[in-house]
């Protein structure tokens, strides 16, 4: 029998006896040994808590505005015959300073008539009254009548009467004498003005837009809930008057009102002037008397004091009128407080504390302020103590973590001692 070609057998047993050095090292290779699994804990930041003095602050805006403007009116007709120059869009001025004068010529004239008047009305009611005591002794004697007697006494009144008026008459021609020099009711600025020299003015017509410049006032809204950061009085509370006027007298304020107005919380404005940054100091003097239905806000008035560094001394920008400020309103201070980042603060009043094994504990606080940065804790922790500040939305009660870096204080803003 013919043996097959080894071309035909020798591919064949090559390939069995690969097969079988295959399976000979995979039934000899070494088993590896088992592991437990690893559980890798979550990388978390931290901060140490830190306590501390803190001081509550409303932070609010608005625009400034005089605290008392109005209009500069003549109260007689006349034409114009000087204008200070002070009086121009932008000028100062100072309380009882001329600021108009008008043609004198029309209330001189009328100033000499009442005064004539009066003079002719002294001597009737003279006469009247030396006829009234002639029937009164003609009366003793039982010469005249009761009719003659009675009309002397009605004579002595009308003649009274008439020398009122006539008096009157010369207390108002005087006035309108002197009114025809306007004067700054107080210390001020004009914003505008429409009179001129020549000009014929009309009583009654204003002339001029004038606001005072003793102090400026900037109306700041609140929501109703920030109330609470503040030490204001909101119900009603008398003000003493620091001087009464007397009859007649006109009430002026060069200084600001005569009313004492007790002091409220203070009050940081900074705006940019000129390219700088500046900051005013004021106080809370008032709330406005409502508060709006829709928004839920209420309006407190701040008042700064020579907003146009009239004062000696004085080397910082006007506070000028119109002015856009942003306000810092300083509220109640607390001896000891815990500031935290806003993400340190989970749901129901609750932060997760790391323990010393770098577990997880969640802690109930007393969360006293919510701001958008950070949060106000009045209660619930220990100074030292390190609170996580990342995100774990499955964070459990025990849970292992890996602390990323250092615990840092969380800092405590201290505003004041």
Known sequence: MKLPSPKLWLP?????????????????????????????SPLVR?????????????????QVEPRRQGSLIPQVSGEVVWVSPDLVAGGFFEEQQPLLRIDRADAEVAVEEARAAVARAESEARRAHKE????????????????????????????????REARARL????????????????????????????????????VAQIYAIDYAEVRLPIPDRELRYLDLSLGHRPRARLTAPQPGEVERSPSGPRLAHPEGPEVLL???????????EGRIVRTEGEIDPKSRMI??????????????????????????????VLGRRLPAAVVLPRAALRSGDRVL????????????????RQERER??????????????????????EGMQVQVAEAATAAGVARVGS
Do not use: M
């Open 12 to 40: 064949i047993l090559l390939l069995v006896a690969g097969g079988l050095g295959v399976a000979g090292l995979v039934a000899t290779r070494p088993l590896p040994e088992p592991e437990p699994p690893q559980v890798h």
């Open 46 to 62: 931290v901060k140490r808590v830190t306590q501390g003095p803190f001081r509550f602050v409303v932070k609010t805006q608005g």
């Open 132 to 163: 009234l005591e002639r029937q009164r002794r003609l009366a003793h004697q039982s010469i005249t009548s009761q009719a003659k007697i009675d009309d002397a006494e009605n004579a002595a009144r009308v003649a009274d009467a008439g020398l």
């Open 171 to 206: 207390t108002q021609a005087e006035q309108n004498l002197e009114r025809t020099e306007i004067r700054a009711p107080y210390a001020g600025r004009v914003r505008s003005e429409s009179v001129d020299v020549g000009q014929f003015v009309r009583r009654g017509e204003p």
């Open 270 to 280: 900074h705006a940019e002037f000129a390219g700088r940054a500046y900051t005013w």
């Open 299 to 328: 309006t407190l008035v701040a008042r700064v004091d020579d907003p146009y560094g009239r004062q000696e001394g004085a080397d910082r920008p006007p506070l000028a009128v119109g002015l856009f400020v942003q306000a810092e």
């Open 353 to 368: 504390v790391v323990d010393a094994e770098q577990r997880l504990h969640f802690r109930p606080v007393e969360v006293l």
């Open 375 to 396: 949060v106000v804790l009045g209660g619930g922790l220990e100074a030292g103590e390190r609170v996580c500040v990342s995100p774990l939305p499955g964070a459990v």
